[in-house]
């Protein structure tokens, strides 16, 4: 599947990958950042943004993507960060294809399964009637029954959009999504650990990573695996204290 990406600057290569429900376009900013030392290549994953839609839908067809987005740049020595579902992405990739990166920084998401927790999110993108709506405020006015927080629903409506016809469409294939949630919250495994170095990076006020649960696990997948924590932070780390993350990853990949 040829994936829709942006790239920005020179240097040695670096994908970011963004998490469920997201687009490239969410790390626009960090990634005008980074690309003052790398070539930025910051990639919609399938059923997502700009990317094409399929019915299929896993941490595994992700990874090939992945790897037939490398090869068809013909990128060496890559660096990858990835956030929440992204994250798994690069994990499951790094585990299979370990010679074709050279560091990996997975921000706030362990490599276990998750419970279900998404369905209001679904149940408010199903609550807006496309044809109905007049304005990206009507759809926002809806989705407010279902997502309360205004943070999570200006990052959700990232994905409406006005097609040529006047109307509006969602940019991700949400009937795929909702199909396939349970890939998307399934464990990533693997027999041959990856033993490059990589940096798990988490929110303190989130817990999908939890260090006294998670770190063993993680280890045993990533034996040169290093957790650190930024403060004052949930899931959406990057976004909400975007220049210690740009700090930490720099220290990180610089090192």
Do not use: C
Not at 169 to 185: F, H, P, S, T, Y
């Amino acid at each position: 599947m040829e994936l829709n990406y942006k790239t920005l600057g020179q240097g040695q290569p670096l994908l970011i990958l963004h998490g469920l429900f997201g687009t490239l376009d969410n790390w626009q900013t960090l990634g005008k950042q980074f690309s003052e030392n790398f070539q930025v290549f910051l990639i919609d994953l399938r059923n997502h943004g700009r990317s094409p839609h399929s019915d299929e839908f896993s941490y595994q067809l992700m990874s090939d993507d992945l790897l037939e987005f490398i090869q068809q740049h013909q990128l060496k020595e890559a660096l990858i960060i990835g956030h929440s579902m992204g994250g798994k992405v690069a994990m499951n990739f790094a585990l299979q294809h370990p010679d074709q990166l050279s560091k990996l920084l997975v921000a706030d998401i362990a490599p276990k399964h998750y419970p279900p927790h998404h369905d209001d999110i679904i149940a408010g993108f199903r609550s807006i009637d496309l044809n109905a709506i007049q304005s990206r405020q009507d759809a926002d006015t809806k989705l407010a029954e279902m997502v309360p927080d205004l943070g999570t629903r200006m990052f959700l409506l990232k994905n409406l959009y006005r097609k040529e016809d006047n109307t509006f469409g969602w940019r991700l294939n949400l009937d795929a999504i909702e199909k396939n949630l349970d890939q998307v919250l399934s464990t990533i495994e693997s027999t041959t650990p990856f033993t490059k170095p990589v940096l798990f990076l988490r929110g303190a006020n989130s817990r999908y990573i939890k260090p006294d649960q998670d770190l063993a696990p993680i280890k045993a997948l990533f034996p040169a695996a290093e957790i650190k924590t930024i403060e004052n932070a949930g899931h959406w780390l990057h976004a909400e204290q975007p220049e210690e993350f740009y700090r930490i990853a720099m220290e990180f990949l610089q090192a």
